[in-house]
């Protein structure tokens, strides 16, 4: 296969927002964000002469003034009804259109939230869905937040459980009872929902969905390669991340294909299994798929900014919000995809039929939200920036505007059981919102024309907001050669299993008759009982093994 090229670096990034590693440390005051917003807005503000886009009718209301006092919607009515209180703060809104606040379902905030939380919001991110991270990164924002920082609403699931997971800090759930107390402590400390992965057999999801049932917790996450997708929904699994293993259940061809799959643990042949079961598509199996899914109510979030973004060649304007190291690791995937990888090739064949599915899904029924896999690992699915892009996909795959905005409104609020208080603009909820200049029921595309923010009750004109986004310098396209690669990368390009000891700090990976073994901080690597010294140690970069490129060109060859 040659020299270890810099472009097979994307499998990095794809497993980092397929997986997300989570450290096993639970500490109870960290898991407690969902509520963690504390604007201190004014007492009494009214946002006045303003169309509200009713996203529950898809109806416009003109001329309407909003009272708001404290962090609630306490009236609305039109604007010659309505008094100004003294002492109000009052916005005027002429010729502007309100929509609630957006909720990104699919996120990984990892140890960029001081940078990301600025780009949420001036994108109209209110609310997000965190899908993953360390306890040393919950603790950063969580200190972040108690200084006053303005955030978005955020829920998460505390640590992912998978079962012997490609990231060594992933909890290794293999048994009944492990799966029971890893379900009980993180109920115990806040998570808002349990999420398992892709490797988890069926024997075990089972019980982590029972635990999650008698705790009071729903599960969302992937759908596990070895489980189908009616079972899954039978089960109670409240969201499907992505759409892996959605083209299996709707093909004709799932048993041949499945028998196949069975053969590997590598998620990436799964993910091509799916592609190639989307070629044999099933229409009345498709039906009775969607029927039991909508019956259900087993969310999808299909992510299609990623698959979107991992295609296309080029960066855009919102580079200068991508601090210069990630840009760097951007441009080097960008650059190689006239010659893609075969990640890079993987999700660029599944973006047409994701788009496909999804229109399928919704004409079905299907409830859909919308999440974007947004994070520094992943070039382009920039925070914030991308739900739009995801809005104006959902319109592409055949929504109507209004469907498209209902998936980062009505939707997630209806996902959470907090319709009562979120989702749309109405007496009695959270003042949550997003001021446009221009109908966004008109043209998706107009949610990007944001005047101002809601947030928890405080208006921030879209100048103060642009003020807090940091910009950085674009780099020029020229960097040295990479030196050392993920691990995790390396075993899953050639179909290795990698397993890690945490106590002797050593990572092995194994394919057949192949075996190495290396220790964290150490040249000393042995491949097939033989020792040898590899150009520079092992070690740990972002909870993650980085092995030199020489070991990784020997480890091409398996």
Not at 99 to 116: C, F, R, S
Not at 344 to 363: A, V
Not at 502 to 524: A, C, D, M, R, W
């Amino acid at each position: 296969m040659g020299k270890y090229s810099s472009s097979r670096l994307l499998l990095v990034a794809v497993i980092a927002s397929l997986t997300c590693f989570v450290m096993v440390v639970y500490v109870p005051s960290l898991f407690k964000t969902f509520e963690q917003v504390e604007t201190k807005a004014v007492a009494t503000t009214v946002i006045e002469d303003v169309t509200i886009v009713d996203v529950k009718s898809g109806e416009l209301i003109p001329n309407q003034s909003i009272v708001i006092e404290n962090n609630r919607i306490a009236r609305i009515d039109s604007k010659e009804f309505v008094p100004i209180p003294e002492g109000a703060k009052v916005y005027p809104a002429v010729g502007q259109y309100v929509i609630p606040g957006l909720w990104d379902m699919h996120v990984h905030l990892n140890d960029q939230y001081e940078t990301a939380f600025p780009l949420l919001l001036a994108n109209g991110v209110t609310g997000l869905r965190d899908m993953g991270a360390g306890a040393d990164d919950i603790q950063g924002r969580h200190n972040l937040l108690a200084k006053g920082v303005l955030a978005p609403r955020i829920m998460h699931p505390g640590s992912i459980l998978d079962t012997n997971p490609p990231w060594y800090r992933e909890p290794n759930v293999r048994t009944e009872q492990e799966a029971r107390e890893a379900v009980q402590a993180m109920k115990g400390h806040g998570a808002s929902f349990i999420k398992p992965y892709a490797h988890i057999p069926e024997s075990i999801l089972l019980h982590i969905m029972d635990e999650a049932n008698k705790q009071g917790i729903h599960v969302s996450g992937h759908l596990p390669m070895g489980v189908r997708a009616e079972d899954a929904s039978n089960l109670g699994l409240k969201s499907i991340e992505h759409l892996i293993g959605m083209f299996l259940a709707t093909s004709d061809q799932e048993e041949k294909v499945r028998a196949d799959a069975r053969k590997t643990t590598y998620y990436y042949e799964f993910m091509e299994s799916d592609i190639e079961a989307a070629k044999h598509y099933d229409e009345a199996k498709a039906d009775r798929l969607f029927a039991l899914l909508k019956k259900n109510e087993t969310w999808q979030v299909p992510t299609l900014a990623l698959t979107y973004y991992t295609g296309q060649a080029g960066l855009d304007s919102s580079i200068i919000y991508v601090p210069e190291k990630v840009q760097k690791e951007w441009i080097k995937h960008t650059d190689q995809l006239d010659h893609p990888s075969r990640i890079s090739k993987i999700f660029m064949d599944y973006h047409p039929i994701s788009l496909e599915l999804i229109g399928n899904m919704h004409r079905a029924g299907v409830p859909i939200m919308a999440g974007t896999d947004s994070q520094f690992d992943l070039p382009k699915p920039l925070y914030g920036f991308a739900i739009h892009k995801e809005l104006q996909l959902f319109v592409e795959a055949g929504l109507t505007p209004h469907e498209a905005l209902q998936t980062a409104t009505l939707h997630p609020a209806q996902y959470m059981n907090r319709e009562d208080e979120l989702g749309s603009i109405e007496v009695g909820k959270l003042a949550d919102m997003v001021l446009l200049r221009n109908n966004p029921l008109e043209r998706i595309e107009h949610t990007q024309q944001i005047s101002a923010v809601v947030l928890d009750g405080n208006v921030m004109e879209y100048s103060q907001l642009k003020q807090m986004m940091k910009t950085y310098k674009p780099v020029e396209i020229g960097y040295g050669k990479a030196t050392s690669v993920f691990s995790v990368a390396v075993a899953n390009e050639v179909g290795a299993m990698v397993t890690w000891d945490p106590l002797k700090q050593t990572v092995k990976l194994q394919k057949g008759e192949h075996l190495l073994t290396f220790q964290i901080n150490s040249p000393i690597y042995i491949w097939n009982q033989k020792q040898y010294y590899a150009e520079s140690a092992f070690r740990i970069k972002y909870g993650r093994s980085l092995m030199p490129i020489g070991v990784a060109s020997v480890i091409q060859k398996w």
